[in-house]
């Protein structure tokens, strides 16, 4: 596969994510497809503290109680099996940033981990 369809391929993976933000529909099912099983999702908590929560309490927040969101794609880097990808959540009152690393397995690109924070408006 060339360059340019993995880096196809990796946009294409985080905008299973995006469009499981985006929409409650069928959100479970797009975050699943974007993220391996196991990943975690990394911020900094208010305690100044590393904070690690599963990929599961995403899909939890998102068929939950996530209000309207918009996602974008700011910057994708691939490098051979690897890539880095900066998304920015949009939402009314706060934004969020994520730095997506994704690792190109048997199964495709699947989002590997997620260090994310949140920008009040």
Do not use: C
């Amino acid at each position: 596969m060339s360059y340019n369809a993995q880096e196809q391929a990796v946009i294409d993976t985080v905008n299973y994510y995006i469009t499981g933000v985006e929409s409650k529909k069928d959100a479970k099912e797009n975050i699943e497809k974007a993220f391996y099983s196991s990943t975690n999702l990394h911020s900094v908590g208010a305690d100044g503290t590393l904070e690690f929560l599963p990929r599961d309490a995403l899909v939890q927040y998102v068929t939950g109680d996530m209000p309207e969101t918009i996602g974008e794609i700011l910057a994708v880097e691939v490098i051979n099996d690897m890539a880095l990808v900066k998304v920015r959540l949009i939402l009314k009152e706060f934004d969020f940033f994520d730095y997506l690393t994704l690792l190109k397995l048997d199964s495709g690109w699947k989002i590997v981990s997620k260090t994310f924070t949140i920008i009040d408006k």
